[in-house]
């Protein structure tokens, strides 16, 4: 048996893009076990329940997190919808759908930059990034918001994208499209890209649903698990996830490549579909007391589960955002146990960590 | 082939003009909807407090007395809950985004400001009117008590034993 | 409703959950989420733990004290353990048998017990917790 050490990984790391830590136990070169460790970025936005109204809170929820802002605020509202028994219009429906694939595709770009840094690919990672800016144009044209969009209230949306402005988006998207699959090829094709990526943090189906993984990490290991497919625009317009069948590191890479693709024909498939019609319901009074509300919402990390419960007044007794990176850090403990030293990074780059989301 | 897949796209980044932007000498022009600074159009405003109430950060200040609407931009979180609340639509979303300061500044709207004289002239108005409703109060007063007395003294010419109550009483 | 899911709210004792748990692991279903909620003029709290298959939600849902222990589906499920050190911490729920005790230390908090208002009434004299229970009190 080697000589055990304790080398002590993040919350500071040039190749972390999230601040967690992880205490790795080392024999030699091989890690024997990993306990990781978060509550840097703390903030306690549950309980800001108790200070900012029940409308006000859906900004504070659309800020929880910098990359999957729009989801956080579609499913704060959708759940303070369903406690209040409102009915949103088809056309906010069609509208958060078109800025939710909007963030999937400027998350995973994102992520696909910092998994380039992460193997010391920094040209590649300029290039998705300087790509990504052109998502972020189509973003603030149709929002007024880079990232943060800031467009959802309970009962709908308030701000549109007029039917005129439809084209041009579909235009830009197209042109993305281009650039994007040379990129693409890079990371799927490149000899030195396949050497760090194939058959690292091999996960299993049975791990995988054993775990309780969620999002491209579950659908890389086989399972075809996706909340979009019942929602709504999503359920009318009919799609299938993506799915993989090796669940290691290439294969998560190949899944969130190929959602972005499939995102953009998601994109045009409800531009052409979008129906006309009010942007909001109007809210009359209060959530009422000892009402319930839940909501599931397909985040470009896995699936998000949010619960409200109102007590009468217009401040919310609970939210609740449990958010999929805390349930895919079981996972990275376990594809960590066994893997050199130099593949770390890469495996808590794989599961796409957003640790703002689960620390709140 | 598994070399230098990005071949095109770095030979022809050899020749086109750079991604990034010589800021501050260039910049780029906002979009239409670009989340800038919340402007107010003070002539409309008529000072309900609703903008202030449905602020998440509390950066509005309404004062109606004083008929002023203040913002601070460095808390604005550009929202637009505010426009969207307020009765008289005089309050939108422009698209500059605010500029960089050293120290932070409250932006304060005034509405119809008066100039010395003309505040000099509505405290004297304002003065002449309390002084007149003070002197009308005191003619009432005055009178009140002069029909007590009288009263008095026609019970105390009344009786002697309800004379001796009367003037008990008056004395508490 | 915005989208096809069903939730059922299921009430039961503390001392069930981890069978029903070992219920739900047999049949394929998948761990959501386990979280608190304290309400205020209440001096229980109240603990949900969900599970989701397909479009179907169902909540579990117990009323316990604080300081009470109850049993950790951490062995079943291994990622609950990150949601019941959470608990913990800030609502001052015991699990007991947690795949990873963080024994109090998962977030470093300045006060013990935040979102628990039964917790930090208790502590008398300090300035904070009583304009917090004053706050508490009138919203």
């Not at chain 3, 069978?19 to 229980?44: E, I």
């Not at chain 3, 949900?48 to 951490?74: C, D, P, R, W, Y």
């Not at chain 3, 005790?101 to 300090?126: E, H, I, R, V, W």
Request: aromatic share 8%.
């Amino acid at each position: 048996m080697g000589k055990r050490t304790i080398i002590p990984f993040g919350p500071q790391h040039p190749v972390l893009p999230e601040p967690v830590h992880l205490d790795l136990v080392m024999e030699d070169e091989k890690v024997v076990q990993a306990i990781p460790r978060i509550g840097y970025i703390h903030r306690g936005l549950e309980h800001l329940t108790e200070k900012k109204d029940f409308k006000q809170m859906v900004f504070v929820a659309e800020r929880i997190c910098g990359i999957c802002c729009f989801g956080h605020s579609v499913g704060y509202a959708s759940a303070v919808e369903n406690l209040m028994g409102i009915e949103i219009p088809p056309r906010a429906k069609y509208l958060r759908g078109i800025w939710q694939e909007l963030e999937r595709i400027h998350s995973h770009i994102l992520w696909l930059g910092l998994l380039a840094d992460g193997f010391g690919f920094e040209s590649l990672f300029m290039h998705c990034w300087r790509l990504r800016e052109r998502v972020l144009d189509v973003l603030e044209q149709t929002s007024g918001g880079r990232v943060i969009v800031s467009a959802n209230i309970v009962g709908g949306v308030f701000k549109d994208i007029p039917n005129e402005q439809m084209p041009g988006i579909i235009e830009q998207l197209d042109s993305i499209r281009e650039d994007y699959e040379a990129i693409s090829r890079a990371f799927l094709d490149d000899q030195s890209v396949n050497n760090r990526l194939r058959e690292v943090g091999v996960l299993s189906r049975q791990d995988a649903v054993d775990l309780s993984c969620l999002g491209p990490m579950l659908r890389a290991s086989g399972v075809a698990e996706d909340v979009r497919l019942y929602e709504e625009p999503y359920a009318t317009l009919g799609f299938t996830p993506i799915t993989s069948d090796e669940g290691d590191c290439y294969a998560r890479c190949k899944v969130r490549i190929n959602e972005v693709t499939q995102s953009i024909d998601l994109i045009k498939a409800m531009a052409d579909t979008i129906p006309d019609g009010e942007l909001s319901t109007p809210l009359k009074g209060n959530p009422p007391a000892g009402s319930q509300g839940f909501y599931r919402v397909e985040q470009p990390r896995g699936e998000s589960f949010y619960y409200v419960r109102g007590n009468g007044t217009k401040f919310l007794d609970r939210m609740r955002v449990r958010t999929p990176t805390s349930m895919n850090l079981a996972g990275m403990t376990k594809i960590l146990q066994g893997c050199d030293l130099a593949d770390v990074p890469m495996m808590v780059l794989t599961i796409d960590p957003c640790i703002s989301c689960t620390e709140r | 082939m598994g070399l230098f897949h990005l071949g095109k796209m770095t030979f022809t980044s050899t020749f086109k003009k750079p991604a990034t932007r010589l800021y501050p000498y260039e910049q780029r022009e906002p979009f239409e909807r670009t989340k800038g600074h919340i402007v107010c159009d003070i002539e409309e405003c008529i000072f309900c407090g609703a903008c202030a109430r449905a602020c998440p950060t509390s950066a509005l200040r309404v004062d109606k007395p004083d008929r002023t609407w203040a913002i601070n931009p460095f808390d604005c979180i550009q929202c637009s809950s505010c426009v969207l609340v307020c009765p008289k639509k005089c309050l939108r979303m422009d698209n500059g985004r605010p500029a960089a300061a050293t120290t932070k500044q409250v932006r304060l709207y005034h509405q119809h400001p008066y100039s010395q004289a003309e505040k000099e002239q509505i405290a004297k108005e304002e003065a002449e009117r309390q002084a007149k409703i003070a002197a009308a109060r005191k003619a009432a007063a005055e009178k009140k008590r002069k029909a007590a007395e009288e009263a008095a003294k026609k019970a105390a010419a009344g009786g002697e034993a309800t004379g001796g109550e009367a003037s008990a009483k008056g004395d508490e | 409703m915005a989208n096809s899911f069903k939730s059922t709210i299921v009430t039961i004792a503390p001392a069930e959950l981890h069978d029903r748990a070992a219920v739900y692991k047999a049949q394929g279903w998948h761990y959501v989420n386990t979280s608190a909620t304290a309400s205020k003029g209440s001096d229980t709290l109240e603990l949900m733990v969900t599970f989701a298959k397909g479009a179907v939600l169902e909540n579990l849902v117990m009323q316990v004290l604080t300081g009470e222990h109850v049993t950790s589906i951490s062995d079943l499920f291994f990622a609950a353990f990150v949601f019941e050190n959470e608990t913990h911490d800030l609502f001052g729920i015991n699990f007991d048998g947690l795949a990873i005790d963080f024994k109090g230390t998962f977030y470093q908090l300045s006060l013990n017990q935040p979102m628990n208002p039964n917790a930090y009434q208790a502590a008398a004299g300090s300035a904070a917790s009583k304009t917090d229970a004053q706050t508490g009190k009138e919203a």
